[in-house]
């Protein structure tokens, strides 16, 4: 078991314990999962209960008051599952939207449920006709008394079917810039004129719900505003993609490791004209490169780890972090995929699964050709 620089000794027990839970309640229910096409309550309880949902939360709310390299631990690990069906990332970061912009009201009444399971998070931003870009949805929140009245309609939501609690991306007042934008929490339990759209069929990633939602005249009570105040919203939003990046970079990371882990166990199992694919000088340099390639990535998440944690990571470091993590993922998936010949291409494989589910890493969570923008207007000074 692989120990970062970042790592302590809790940590250390941290991870042997969250390795063991997913050995005994993820993988056992992944070939289910993928016929439902999402991951089942009960599992989110159980991941509430072993302390997974609110490591990072503090311990006045319910959670354990550590810091987010447990949560690090929790999805690098899981993503050497090699599976992508837990809409757990999504469900963390609209945690932290509580906690660092709702008000005391808001964190008490909303994060003890979010950490025990009881209640599953999503965050609705995307719309049909906005894509990436944030500051042109068109989802409206008309105020009328103590009253908001949202209408709109959002798509690639991931945990579209399951979710209780989505924060939404939605206009306030008559502001059509990036200061007309709020959040609001929605406890779609309690609504009327919230519809979900049907889970979307997708290339890959095939246990996790990802799926229209409709808001028709949605009424909640200007509580549900986060953190009191309209017209934050976008910036609520710029101030937390940081965390939300380097969790893509998490998962880059895991899920490469665990590409050349399957790679490494089919060449050296498979033969071909009288000898091991793993003894073909080829297969053998074609191994070096993805090895190396995953050292690098471990080092450039490690140095993002510690950054973030110290407070010196940016926008642009993250964005540098985002695009190259998951480019060099798919890299490394493909490579991988190869070395299995015609195996690779099916889908009782490993490796398959894995070459599905990496493409979509580089368009959510700000497109790679963003991400270079990104960078680039940081050069341009």
Not at 155 to 184: E, H, M, P
Not at 315 to 326: G, L, P, V
Request: with cysteine.
């Amino acid at each position: 078991m692989r120990v970062a620089p970042w790592m302590t000794e809790e940590h250390v027990a941290f991870q042997e314990s969250v390795r063991a839970f997913y050995a005994r309640k993820l993988l056992p229910n992944l070939q289910r999962w993928s016929s439902l096409g999402y991951v089942e309550r009960e599992f989110w309880l159980d991941a509430g209960e072993a302390g997974l949902l609110g490591a990072s939360i503090p311990a006045e709310y319910g959670g354990s008051g550590l810091d987010r390299t447990f949560d690090a631990v929790t999805f690098i690990e899981y993503s050497r599952t090699g599976d992508t069906g837990w809409g757990f990332g999504v469900h963390n970061i609209a945690s932290h939207y509580i906690v660092a912009y709702g008000t005391e009201d808001q964190k008490r009444r909303w994060l003890p449920d979010l950490i025990s399971g009881r209640r599953i998070g999503a965050i609705a931003i995307t719309e049909p006709g906005s894509g990436s870009d944030v500051k042109s949805i068109s989802t409206k929140a008309t105020r009328v008394g103590s009253d908001y009245f949202i209408s709109g309609s959002k798509i690639f939501i991931t945990n579209g079917q399951t979710a209780d609690l989505f924060c939404v991306v939605t206009r306030t007042g008559s502001d059509r810039s990036a200061k007309g934008i709020s959040l609001i929490m929605v406890d779609v339990n309690d609504v009327e004129g919230f519809r979900r759209g049907r889970n979307l069929e997708k290339i890959g990633m095939k246990r996790q719900d990802t799926s229209e939602l409709f808001f028709d005249e949605v009424k909640v009570h200007e509580d549900n505003l986060l953190g009191g105040q309209e017209g934050r919203g976008f910036y609520q939003l710029m101030q937390q993609l940081d965390w939300e990046r380097l969790i893509i970079g998490f998962m880059a990371l895991g899920a490469s490791e665990r590409a050349l882990e399957v790679t490494l166990e089919y060449v050296k199992g498979r033969r071909a004209f009288g000898q091991r694919l793993m003894d073909f000088q080829n297969t053998r340099f074609k191994l070096a490169e993805v090895a190396t390639k995953v050292e690098v990535l471990r080092a450039f998440i490690d140095q993002s780890v510690s950054d973030f944690c110290r407070g010196n990571y940016n926008a642009d470091r993250a964005a540098m972090m985002k695009w190259w993590a998951t480019q060099t993922q798919c890299d490394i998936v493909d490579e991988c995929l190869q070395l299995h010949g015609g195996y690779g291409y099916m889908m009782e494989y490993p490796i398959a699964e894995l070459y599905a589910d990496a493409r979509i890493q580089k368009i959510y969570g700000g497109t790679n050709e963003i991400m270079k923008d990104i960078v680039a207007r940081s050069l341009d000074i």
